[in-house]
Nanobody, 125 residues
Framework: QVQLVESGGGLVQAGGSLRLSCVTYEQTFSAYAMGWFRQAPGKERELIATISWDADHTYYVDSVKGRFTISRDRAKNTIYLQMNGLKPEDTAVYHC??????????????????WGQGTQVTVSS
């Protein structure tokens, strides 16, 4: 059963921007934190940003701070990832994720157990 669906990936030149979206069809996720992970070829999946259930708090990994912004529209059951100043090292499959154990903007990847299929982001140099 598909619960999280990402969109918005694509090919962009270095320095460009993309906006990813993730819609959830599971109403219960509105009470929990959500986030974005990415996985580059040959690398482990990495938690890059999370947002609390009420959108009041966020967390970012150091490598994307100041460039990426996570946001949430609870009325639309959607979260977003605005990515500016993209670099070739940002190339990865980006996955939306939801927690069912915490509502805070956690940095613990193990708290996020529900996943979307992912959307490819490719940044050319």
């Amino acid at each position: 059963q598909v619960q999280l669906v990402e969109s918005g990936g694509g090919l962009v030149q270095a320095g460009g921007s993309l906006r990813l979206s993730c819609v959830t069809y599971e109403q219960t996720f509105s009470a929990y934190a959500m986030g974005w992970f990415r996985q580059a070829p040959g690398k482990e999946r990495e938690l890059i940003a999370t947002i609390s259930w009420d959108a009041d708090h966020t967390y970012y990994v150091d490598s994307v701070k100041g460039r990426f912004t996570i946001s949430r529209d609870r009325a639309k059951n959607t979260i977003y990832l605005q990515m500016n100043g993209l670099k070739p090292e940002d190339t990865a499959v980006y996955h939306c994720a939801a927690s069912s154990v915490t509502g805070t903007a956690s940095s613990y990847s193990s708290y996020f157990g529900h996943w979307g299929q992912g959307t490819q982001v490719t940044v050319s140099s």
